[in-house]
């Protein structure tokens, strides 16, 4: 199949529902926090805005420690990533260093901001009518609300936004499948919000210029599909479908989500925009829809608090710089036993050291698990080489094969076997009998692949240089030289006429000795 | 107020997966091997199970503290328990303690140890193990128990035999019943030949010769280009010297060393090679037709499906199909010897359960109501 046949496959998204490869049948554990409606926790005393939210540029503080900040005023401009908001109204407390609650291990710059309790906001602008806005204005709207992927990679949606409009995608999928164990904040979002969820579809799918929308949700959701097909209804909206998809996971990344719906793989390397589809997480969609129809920028977000550790598991609505700690209050606070802070689910989330850590738009889920949830006696035991991981990995990677190069510092060979393809899920961790942290240690082989590469290129680009150096420093030698031969030339000829002019006087003198006197007359 | 977690790897989420479950599932999985081995030569292989597994715990604790790892996570991952029964489902069922001791050692220390420990073997240890006790240890490793009632038949050829001499004794010689003493031990044991008088003769054992023999060569089993067998038995010297002439050998008549078969014997694996090498490059048609040819006593090996069709077995109707009740007809073998002038048939099949009940009863001096009763109870069998 060439990339033209499977860009119009994909126009069939969603009519069928098909299988990607391994995957893992997990426990829901979802019920636990959908029990009660979703509410806004009390004002903490500080949030903490950390001004990078993903793997990718920090956005730069445009405050300074005692401004006064309105609520969604501008706090950290960016070009190439998603702008920071101020989510409450008050005063800049500090600038300072605070550990990521998405990347383990970095330290992100982050405003602390004193809410004054007022909830003052700044004047916000609407675009009225967004149908009759162009799509360069929603894409700069979207821009401008900070909205970026809220589904965990928290990349910025206008970028995609203005990629897919370029590569003429036909179909906008909503995510809707939030595969992991634990985590309900995206099912809530669509029970209660579906009327938003729809209204982001439609301006998401005008500013990418997508003819189609599939929303794709889990089997297990219940009252899901109902509420969305009566939004996608009273919008009198035929283009949006909703689709059902069985709960494997992780059916709910995007590559994994794609295969389901139209039984095509994005090609490794490329973008889904490749075979015509782009892909946003539902809650992206009604943030989008926020920013764009009411000019309220990203400054909240659901987030599932939940767990066996947790008193009362359910769905808040969290300002962004809200300290987990504040969330897990609001909660009824720990049960005893708690063991472990996790953000994210249980599959792909990291462990955090402390409940200081804040609320990014990353942020989906605060999963406290206690000592019985996390056999701490499953210690790291030796491969045994017996495939498992194989069977589970949904990008049909060979685990086995690639830790081994992992750990021998093999590079060029796991970069052959696919490493770059790692969607880090987990699914090898978890089936794996000798309880090796295979997905972590290929996100550090991933890093250091990355690396590799942008050394590659770096000294690439080097060479390049050194090479025109030295072809212009030889081409500049080759032109001295030729200059000088020039000039010894000219030098010579000028010798020559010199001599020739000589020799003409000598024979004019020889001859009128000769000739005697010249006569004057 | 804040606090303070411990980190740890995903996934958070507990996992049944362990290294012992997979090797308790390979153990489940040998189950019915082992089920049948003990089926087809005998109960030896609980004991040869036992033995290996003892010696391998033994050895991987020791060398696991020879290289200082920890005992607990690599005893109880049940590896070396699945190495030990591999290693005992090769073993003969009585072959002695020591063979699993250094096949143990091997596997374990060797293969698994040396290599690394769990999951770095490069090769599978209990076959690592069983090469060692193989190539160290061929007569022990290959004394197998045949699977059929080899000594049960023989048995019953001897009891047959001993009855037709009891009734000649009564009935021609007006003597009396005897009572016969018959083992399984004695008629197998005379099937060995003159290997007693051997012994005692020379002092020396004879000793395992596979498919070859002791006293004649050439004798063996040999394999065709199209992987079946012909064996062949010149055990006679018109014999051997038709066949090494016929296969263009006869130079080894001339030959001292191979001339007699007393010389041959001795260089059995040397004549061995010459005719292997000649029926190697054969089909097995092709050997067939050509000792026919060159009137060498030559036959195939042969399974029952190639039994039932050959001509030889037809012709002299080995086989024969008998009338049966419940199968309509049952193949059995024919009987033999045949005399010329009463050469014996099938008068019926074998009797159904409790078919000769009254009639034997009746003999021994029951009455007919008490043998109703009796049945009535359900001591005797209903027809």
């Known amino acids: 199949m060439n990339d033209t046949e499977a860009f119009e496959l994909a126009r069939e998204a969603g009519l069928r529902t098909h299988h990607f490869y391994g995957g893992l049948h997990l426990r829901h554990h979802k019920k636990i926090s959908c029990r009660t409606r979703v509410e806004r926790p009390p004002l903490p005393e500080q949030l903490t805005v950390p001004l990078n939210q993903y793997a990718g540029e920090t956005a730069e503080a445009v405050v300074r420690p005692g401004d006064r900040v309105l609520k969604g005023e501008v706090i950290g401009r960016c070009q190439s990533c998603a702008a920071a908001h101020a989510p409450v109204s008050g005063t800049v407390e500090a600038l300072r260093e605070v550990p990521s609650a998405t990347q383990p291990g970095i330290q992100t710059p982050a405003v602390v901001i004193r809410p004054d309790g007022r909830e003052q906001w700044v004047p916000r602008e609407a675009i009225a009518d967004w149908r009759a806005a162009s799509p360069r204005q929603l894409i700069e709207r979207i821009r401008s609300g900070g909205i970026a992927g809220l589904g965990g990679a928290v990349f910025p949606s206008h970028i995609k936004a203005a990629a897919a409009r370029e590569r003429r995608v036909h179909t906008l999928i909503l995510n809707g499948a939030e595969c992991e164990p634990y985590i309900s904040c995206d099912e809530m979002l669509m029970r209660e919000q579906p009327a938003n969820i729809v209204l982001g579809a439609r301006i998401l799918r005008r500013a990418v210029g997508a003819e189609r929308v599939v929303i794709a949700i889990e089997d297990q959701m219940g009252a899901v599909q109902a509420a969305l097909e009566e939004a996608v ?78 008193a009362e598991p359910r769905n808040l609505l969290a300002l962004v710089g809200t300290p987990l700690a504040h969330l897990v209050e609001a909660c009824g606070g720990y049960l005893p036993g708690a063991a472990r802070l996790v ?22 889920c605060v999963l406290v698990l206690t000592s019985q949830d996390i056999s701490t006696s499953q210690t790291e035991m030796p491969c045994i080489r017996c495939g498992e991981c194989a069977r589970v990995c949904p990008a049909r990677l ?9 750990t021998n510092r093999l590079w060029d060979q796991a970069r052959d076997y696919g490493l770059s393809a790692c969607i880090e899920c987990g699914c090898c961790d978890f089936v794996c009998p000798s309880h090796i942290p295979l997905a972590s240690r290929f996100r550090e082989g991933k890093t250091e692949l990355r690396n590799r590469a942008g050394k590659a290129r770096a000294a690439a ?31 010579r000829d000028r010798t020559q006429r010199q001599k020739d002019v000589q020799a003409a006087i000598e024979r004019a003198g020889r001859r009128r000795q000769t000739d005697g006197e010249p006569d004057d007359t | 107020m804040t606090r303070n977690f411990p980190l740890g790897t995903a996934p958070h ?52 503290r020879l290289r200082g790892r920890p005992l607990k996570p690599f005893i109880n991952d049940y590896s070396a328990v699945v190495t030990a029964v591999l290693f005992a489902l090769c073993v003969p069922p009585l072959a002695p303690w020591w063979i699993a001791c250094i096949g143990m050692l091997f596997a374990i220390g060797f293969a698994k140890h040396l290599y690394g420990g769990l999951g770095h073997n490069v090769f ?68 060995l030949g003159p290997e007693a008088a051997a012994y005692e003769l020379t002092g020396r054992v004879r000793e395992r010769v596979g498919n070859g023999s002791n006293t004649a060569s050439p004798r063996n089993v040999y394999v065709t280009s199209d992987e079946r067998f012909v064996a062949i038995s010149a055990s006679m010297q018109v014999m051997a010297e038709r066949l090494l002439r016929a296969i263009g050998a006869g130079w080894m008549l001339d030959d001292p060393r191979y001339a007699t078969n007393a010389e041959r014997v001795k260089r059995r694996d040397e004549v061995d090679a010459v005719v292997g090498g000649f029926i190697r490059e054969r089909t097995l048609e092709e050997n067939l037709a050509f000792f026919e040819k060159e009137h060498v006593t030559a036959a195939p090996i042969y399974d029952i499906s190639q039994i039932v069709t050959d001509p030889h077995f037809m012709e002299r109707e080995v086989i024969v199909d008998v009338e049966d009740p419940e199968l309509g007809s049952v193949a059995m073998h024919n009987v033999t010897p045949r005399l010329s002038g009463t ?20 003999g021994l001096g029951m009455t007919g109501s008490e043998i109703e009763t009796l049945t009535e109870r359900g001591v005797l069998w209903r027809r």
């Open chain 1, 398 to 406: 060979l685990p086995q094969q690639l830790h081994l190069q992992v």
């Open chain 1, 233 to 310: 209804n009273a919008a009198r909206c035929e283009s949006i479908t909703v689709v059902r998809v069985s709960t494997i996971y992780p059916e709910g990344g995007e590559r994994q989500l794609i295969q389901v719906l139209t039984g095509l793989e994005v090609p490794a390397g490329g973008l889904p925009a490749d075979i015509g589809l782009v892909c946003y997480n539902v809650a992206t969609a009604a943030a989008a829809a926020a920013a764009v129809t009411q000019g309220t920028p990203l400054i909240e977000r659901y987030v599932t608090v939940t767990g066996s550790g947790v």
């Open chain 2, 13 to 64: 989420i507990p996992s049944q997966y362990t290294v012992a479950r997979i090797m308790l599932q390979v153990l489940l999985a040998l189950v019915p091997g082992v089920f049948a081995y003990a089926w087809y030569f005998g109960s030896g292989i609980f004991i040869q199970i036992a033995l290996a597994t003892l010696f391998a715990l033994v050895f991987e604790s020791l060398f696991l």
């Open chain 1, 343 to 364: 953000v994210g689910g249980p599959m792909m989330g990291f462990p955090v050291a402390s409940d200081a850590v804040p609320v990014t738009k990353g942020v989906n």
């Open chain 2, 343 to 362: 050469p014996g048939t099938f008068r019926r099949p074998a009797p159904a359960r409790g078919e000769h009940n009254a009639e034997l009863l009746t």
């Open chain 1, 461 to 491: 680009r080097a060479r390049q240089r050194f090479e025109s150096r030295e072809a212009r420093l030889a081409r500049e030698e080759r032109e001295r030289a030729e200059g000088l031969a020039r000039r010894r030339e000219q030098m």
């Open chain 2, 124 to 191: 599978n240890p209990a076959m690592v193990g069983y090469v060692v006790a193989l190539i160290s240890f061929p007569q022990a490793m290959t004394a197998w128990l045949p699977p059929l009632a080899l000594a049960d038949m023989i048995a019953g050829l001897s009891g047959a035999m001993a009855m037709t001499m009891a009734f000649y004794h009564r009935d021609l010689r007006g003597g009396t019943g005897q009572i016969m003493d018959l083992s399984l031990l004695e008629p197998i044991f005379s099937v």
